[in-house]
RNA sequence: CGGGGUGUGGCGCAGUUGGUUAGCGCGCAGCGUUUGGGACGCUGAGGCCGGAGGUUCGAGUCCUCUCACCCCGACCA
């Protein structure tokens, strides 16, 4: 491709509306158009790493032994409806009516679909298992669309989708999985980590995220330097301090005039912070809930929603907790009623704890679970924060950020119960197939690969997502034979299958050089009167700083190897 | 949904207590001189100042409403 008849132009300037380094790569690179609130279009550039990337993901599945299909972004909500999941996603789900006036979405994810699909074409052992996926776009309308590429509202995603006959199946077909998107990152050039992942209030047990590590990602990871435990913030777990609170002594108020917090009270009473109980509110679904939690830790909010297994939870505000009956900074579980207590498991562990006395400027001491309360759920919903101790071997944890690249979940048997897809084994037994899911959002992971890849100058695409493999960079003047030497340089590497951006505009050499810098082709190739003066062209690794002159006649091969080396390594 | 911010040629911005033909840089077009890290000169094109309503002799500027986009939070496979 000629860059002077390439369509998309390059930016100087930072537009105002990027504010992380991918987003704005991408759009001065020429490669995205934002359309409207996480809605964009792709321009060749991006196209072509989008398409690279598609083919190492369809080449994965298929060697896993995934089938390719094609499902509707178009689906009626009733099949949404059978599941409930609907609900699930709330407002995220994008719905219209039809002439008829009936309800449809817009696909978020294609689980409802390929469900009952297989229902249909699935009755006996002998159909098992089965792999399908799908490469296409889903929509989703996010309560807030953000980082460019990262967050949007219409996406193309790879969707994986398992069918087996028992756990033991999906087992397998999980760590087939697994395996796969560890070769994708890898031929992709990303170094990934898988952690623990939540999988959402109905999602099934086990679920992993391979996380891009860097410093603008979205989530907070949690990991064990020794690598043996790796985990989303949003679940992860540690060993908790043993806090020995001594045998039981009995209740005894005491005055705290103005003590409202933790930290108060635990100064106040010169105690630890471990020796109290902490309150904290929450509206679930509409319901007041009273959650306590050791004085030293704090919870983690998608462990309580799911702990509750709820759509919606947030905290609760002052005016609510005054409305309950409760005094909001002295508020206690004992001997209340009419309220739902959620306690992290660290609550029982733990004796003699300070709490609140449901009475202004009071506490209580050596409130004791069991005794004095009990509550409705006991998990842990703690939050898990760096210098925790490892779950697996007590060591220091640690936590790094990263983008979520993809997702796998064991789903069980909740989809295909909901849809009515179910086989029939050796003895003529009907079972529901037990499910997984495994997806890779396409432009978040490209996204992602910039955020991992950059400079201050522009892009360094790994070669083997790279839009161009070699950006040939004639400096023309008019005396000499550069464009005649070019040109037939030009030809021999498109000959060979070499993906070239040839430069042919009659730019100075700064622009050009600039212009290789922020589209970031891993192979510069110059040539201009100094290098053919020694008979040579120069060729420059985007990732390296320094460049090698090259005789002209063995630019070709070395080329080659370059590319070879790269794609083997 | 709560909080904050921004809307002025393709991009980045300026525009005073309201005052005449709305500016600058980049980019774009033409001509000429240039060519190893975003060259220079000359000439030129390109704007319903996000939208609607209002105040005023007069509105990019003031008032009201509205829309869009960005950031933080809530939310989110």
Redo the contacts with the bound molecule.
Sequence with gaps: MRVSELFG????????????VS?QLL??AGMIN??????YSYLPLAWRVLKKIENIIRDEMNKAGGQELTLPVLQPLELWQETG?DK?????LFTLLDRRERNLALG????EVITQLVSHHVQSYRDLPKLLYQIQV?F?D???????L??VREFT?K?LYSFDMDEAGLDKSYQKMLHAYKNIYDRCGLPSMLVE???????GKE?H?FMLLTESG??EIIYCPTGDYAANA?RAESVKEKIDGGEPLPLEEVATPGMTSIEDVSGFLGISRSHTLKAVFYIADGEFVFVVIRGDLDVN??KL?NALHC?????ATEEEVIETGLVPGFASPVRISGIRIVADDSVPATSNLVSGANKPDTHIKNTNYSRDFVADIVADITLVEAGDSCPKCGNKLESTRGI?A??V?KLGTFQSEKNGAYYVDENGESHPIVMG?????LGRLMAAAIEQNHDD??IIWPLPIAPYQVYLCP????DTNVSEIVEKLYSELENEGIEVLFDDR?????????????LGIPI?V???????EKDS??I?LRSEKD?A?VPLAEAVTRIKKTIEGASTS
């Design positions: 132009k390059t930016q100087r300037e930072i537009p105002a509306e990027a504010d992380i987003h759009l001065r934002q359309v409207s609130a996480g809605v999941r699930a996603f709330g407002k995220g978020p994810t294609h689980e889903k989703r996010e309560p807030r669309p953000r980082g460019g990262i967050r995603m969707d992942a939540d999988s959402g209030a109905i999602g679920s995220e979205e989530n949003e909010d998608i929603q759509y919606e939870l947030r905290l979520e993809g997702h979940f899911c495994y997806g890779i959002g100058k522009g400096l023309y003047r008019e009659k730019e100075s050499p700064g622009v050009k050089f600039n212009d290789a810098d922020l510069r110059t040539v201009s009167p100094r290098t053919l062209v120069e420059k460049s002159l």
